[in-house]
């Protein structure tokens, strides 16, 4: 891939790049002047011709992992107006000789730090892949290097899964506004541009400015609804698309937590079978019945009077919480609720201090990796010629949820605005879904945001891609998955039977043979396919999960497990 684009490679790139700002919406009368009337190629060049200066991203780091940084606009309906840094990273296709292009990665959020992405991959996946493509990395705006955004949130606004409670309704509404206010106090302007539509179109520029005309994807979570959507603004462009554990585009964004709830009840029902037929082992019922007995009667006493384990008094929806993500992973979830059971007869063994939980914190669609089970300790944490080494402002330490509410309030315009209508969901979705579901429909700061510069994307195309899905997955569901194969006709799905955990490829999954098939060769198959995960995958997941964002939950359950 050549550093610099040549003249000639940007005069051809030009008009490729029209529909990237044809298709940005006209600037809202209220916050701005009239759209100016330069011819939309014009209007991109001085971002098209930048050149970008790699360098070395980590002076300690190895030499191939190059970083630099680009400009993007804030608005792609005024280009000439505000801009916005752009953090971009690969490492380059292994043999030239064998080079196709390059393969942009999106590991989810959306708040999500990508730019380390193609150093982790490396070694994650085929050598196949690895010597056909540049692995291209970025921060979206607003995230990580990329003039990242922060609110200035307190731990307490932090915290926004809050079980509903008819008492603590006006302070939840209260928070919910703060939340929305600080955010628009600290960012103002930029809030309603920071989309997934113009997180697509950024990745547009990216292509234009590495000399491609079309790209190669791999988004995971999140990152599926960002390649649906550069799928649907730019479907001549992309190439070979792998979308691993998908968003349900019918659904962003309070459907997608929402769905949180819907799935999680499979989920324990599953595992209080597994855990049935175990009874010899974990003493927590020899049927069904008898096991979710047990977890139930631990939450109603933990409501009367918190369980304290490893420093922490934890209530009954602390643990209805911690524990929605954790049925998917049925022996870990096992042991957690054994030591839980333990802690509230008095007998729990204290356990080292690295594994003593986090305060809670915010769990977005996908953030931190995987812990050991809902007991889990704290996750690991002219030309335009760009300088590549500029000084990097300090990342808010708020960041990540910043810019995970910027996202999915900005993306749709479909968030209620009455407070009531979210006790109202809240009330018939505890009864619905009993785990989760008012944590999923109680109000949150969207409520209460900035409208977006644009309306949502509607997904539907007939552009070639690879659906991959675990069949139980915490964050995706199943039937999130599905819904994206709906609109997404030109693409095939696999779903991993007893597949466990948020991520697929890349984790030695019995579906990394058809993606790396399909990224060496762009032949999808002939139609959509399952495989089976082992026995080991299906009960517990993976031992060395992808650094894709998942909750976190509380302390351990059993070492060694």
């Known amino acids: 891939m050549a550093a610099v684009v040549a003249a000639t490679a940007v005069a051809a790139l030009l008009p490729t790049l029209t529909p990237a700002l044809a298709a940005a919406p006209p600037a809202a009368p209220a916050h701005t002047a009239p759209a100016p009337s330069a011819p939309a190629s014009a209007a991109l060049a001085e971002y098209t011709r930048q050149q970008p200066r790699w360098a070395p991203c980590d002076p300690q780091g190895p030499a191939e992992f190059e970083c630099a940084t680009i400009e993007v606009p804030l608005d792609y309906g005024r280009p000439s107006g505000r801009k916005l840094d752009l953090a971009i990273s690969r490492i380059r296709a292994t043999s030239p000789r064998d080079r196709h292009g390059v393969l942009l990665i999106n590991p989810g959020g959306p708040g999500g730090q990508g730019l380390d992405m193609p150093l982790y991959l490396r070694s994650e996946l085929p050598d196949e892949v690895s010597r056909r493509f540049d692995l291209v990395g970025f921060d979206p705006r607003g995230v990580g290097r990329s003039s990242p955004v922060g609110c200035g949130l307190t731990g307490d606004e932090l915290n926004w899964q809050r079980p509903y409670k008819a008492a603590a309704f006006a302070e939840d509404v209260r928070w919910a506004r703060t939340v929305a206010e600080k955010c628009r106090a600290a960012n103002g302007a930029v809030l309603p541009h920071l989309t997934t539509r113009n997180t697509a179109r950024d990745m ?197 949820d910043a810019a995970f509410w910027s996202v999915v309030c900005a993306d749709t315009r479909a968030w209620p605005r009455d407070p009531e209508r979210y006790r109202r969901d809240a009330v018939r979705d505890r009864a619905a879904y009993p785990l989760y579901g008012d944590v ?114 509380l302390p351990a359950g059993r070492q060694g497990s």
Not at 332 to 359: D, N
Not at 494 to 505: A, C, E
Not at 522 to 547: I, K, Y
């Open 204 to 400: 547009d520029l990216v292509r234009a400015v590495l000399g491609e005309r079309r790209i190669s994807y791999l988004g995971y979570s999140y990152g599926t609804y960002l390649g649906a959507v550069y799928t649907q603004l730019f479907p001549r462009r992309a190439d070979r698309f792998v979308l691993d554990s998908a968003v349900d585009p019918a659904r962003i964004w309070r459907g997608m937590i929402q769905v949180w709830a819907e799935g999680a009840e499979p989920a324990f029902d599953r595992w209080a079978d597994w855990t049935a037929d175990r009874h010899a082992v974990y003493g927590l019922g020899d049927t069904p019945e008898e096991v979710r007995a047990t977890f139930w009667g631990l939450v109603a006493r933990a409501d009367r009077t918190p369980i304290e384990i490893d420093g922490l008094r934890l209530t009954g929806d602390d643990i209805r919480v911690a524990a929605r993500p954790a049925f998917f992973a049925p022996e870990s979830a096992a042991e957690s609720v054994v030591r839980l059971k333990e802690a509230a007869e008095g007998g729990a063994p204290a356990t080292a201090p690295s594994l003593r939980p986090a305060p809670p914190r915010p769990v977005p669609p996908s953030f931190a990796r995987p812990s050991a089970g809902f007991l889990a300790g704290p996750a690991l944490p002219g030309t335009s010629e760009v300088p590549a080494a500029r000084e990097v402002p300090a990342v808010p330490a708020d960041n990540m």
């Open 440 to 553: 999923a429909s109680h109000v949150k700061p969207c409520a209460f945001w900035q409208r977006g510069s644009e309306p949502a994307t509607r997904i539907g195309n007939a552009v070639g891609a690879l659906i991959l899905q675990n069949e139980w997955d915490s964050q995706t569901p199943l039937v999130s998955g599905q819904g994206l194969r709906r609109v997404m006709k030109g693409a095939r799905m696999v779903t991993v039977l007893g597949g466990q955990g948020h991520g697929v490829y890349g984790s030695r999954s019995c579906a990394d043979a058809t993606a790396t098939a399909y990224l060496t060769t762009g032949r999808l198959p002939a139609g959509d396919t399952t495989c089976r995960a082992t026995p080991e995958q299906a009960a517990n997941g993976l031992r060395q999960p992808l650094p894709l964002p998942v909750p976190q939950g």
